[in-house]
């Protein structure tokens, strides 16, 4: 994608505003399961703002979030229909939009300590096929480690849709980009980028670490002689520790004016990124002033 792209905001959070079905462990998927509706209405918001992807409201469809009885009975079917549900309201919008299926982490975000390999490939290909028919492409979301990568990869490595991979970041600021495995950007791009992949995004992190994974991201692929897509979506969570217990509780977020995400997000275009939204706590108020931006590029695009 050569011209910037806009990625949707965070599906939870923004549940969670609307007053939508919403609690641990359950998370995004409460909404998914005791009103849909809400689920609609928050991909019409997100397309609405100007986003020309959204993503599909799978992310809590694991066992970790619905507990492993719900998983086995519904897991499936709830994947399914929360891509039916975002396929109809793309198909729906005045714009084209594209929808992303989700492939999230199988046992808690974060924790790449907690990950179980042999069994988080059958839930991830459950899902993958669960929203096949329903999406444009794939977004690997919240990647924590190169071990996870590499496995999302394995499942997807027959897909003929374009397939991203969004890893998740250290929240601390330094000079060399980390994982919250501690493995650098730089060792995660040169393990994963001959798969089948079309981008490399970094999400739910705070967006002061973005810009260095951005540059890592850059120098790797630049050795390694690829050309994919670059994406950025950060959260406006305060920054998460390493012993995170998702289901315990809410974690606290900051307030992140549009306008503060927007600046960020210049930073990271200017660096390379070409697909931008928002996780967690961003919601349509950030996506419709980075669709005016978009809007601004492309203006100045035409005028040169």
């Known amino acids: 994608m050569k011209?910037?792209?806009?990625?949707?905001?965070?599906?939870?959070?923004?549940?969670?505003r609307m007053g939508a079905p919403f609690s641990q462990p359950w998370w995004s998927a409460a909404a998914l399961i005791e009103a849909?509706?809400?689920?609609?209405?928050?991909?019409?918001?997100?397309?609405?703002?100007g986003a020309n992807i959204i993503t599909v409201n799978s992310y809590a469809c694991v066992p970790f979030h619905l507990g492993e009885t719900l998983y086995q009975?519904?897991?499936?079917?709830?994947?399914?229909?929360?891509a039916v549900l975002a396929k109809e309201a793309a198909n729906k919008a005045k714009q084209n939009v594209l929808v992303a299926g989700s492939l999230p982490p199988p046992f808690g975000s974060y924790r790449p300590d907690l990950f179980e390999s042999n069994?988080?490939?059958?839930?991830?290909?459950?899902?993958?096929?669960?929203?096949?028919?329903?999406v444009d492409l794939w977004l690997v979301e919240t990647i924590a480690s190169i071990e996870e990568g590499l496995i999302a990869a394995n499942v997807?490595?027959?897909?003929?849709?374009?397939?991203?991979?969004?890893?998740?970041?250290?929240?601390?600021?330094?000079?060399?980009?980390?994982?919250?495995?501690?493995?650098?950007?730089?060792?995660?791009?040169?393990?994963?980028?001959?798969?089948?992949?079309?981008?490399?995004?970094f999400n739910c992190s705070i967006p002061e670490v973005m810009t260095q994974a951005i540059r890592d991201t850059k120098?790797?692929?630049?050795?390694?002689?690829?050309?994919?897509?670059?994406?950025?979506?950060?959260?406006?969570?305060?920054?998460?520790?390493?012993?995170?217990?998702a289901n315990d509780s809410i974690q606290d977020y900051r307030e992140l004016s549009p306008e503060e995400y927007?600046?960020?997000?210049?930073?990271?275009?200017?660096?390379?990124?070409r697909i931008i939204g928002g996780c967690c706590g961003i919601g349509p108020e950030h996506i419709a002033l980075l669709s005016q931006w978009q809007k601004s590029i492309l203006q100045d695009q035409d005028n040169q």
């Open 36 to 49: 849909p509706h809400y689920v609609t209405q928050a991909h019409q918001e997100f397309i609405a703002a």
């Open 156 to 201: 997807l490595k027959s897909s003929t849709k374009p397939c991203y991979y969004a890893f998740t970041l250290s929240d601390e600021v330094s000079s060399s980009a980390k994982l919250r495995s501690g493995e650098s950007v730089s060792q995660a791009i040169a393990a994963i980028c001959s798969q089948n992949i079309a981008g490399i995004f």
């Open 119 to 134: 069994r988080a490939f059958d839930i991830l290909n459950d899902l993958m096929q669960a929203q096949d028919d329903h």
């Open 3 to 16: 011209n910037l792209t806009i990625l949707d905001g965070g599906m939870g959070r923004e549940l969670k």
């Open 219 to 245: 120098e790797a692929l630049a050795t390694h002689k690829r050309s994919i897509d670059i994406g950025a979506y950060a959260n406006s969570f305060t920054p998460i520790s390493t012993d995170h217990q």
């Open 262 to 273: 927007l600046a960020f997000a210049k930073h990271w275009y200017q660096l390379g990124a």
């Open 73 to 82: 009975e519904r897991g499936c079917a709830l994947a399914t229909h929360a």
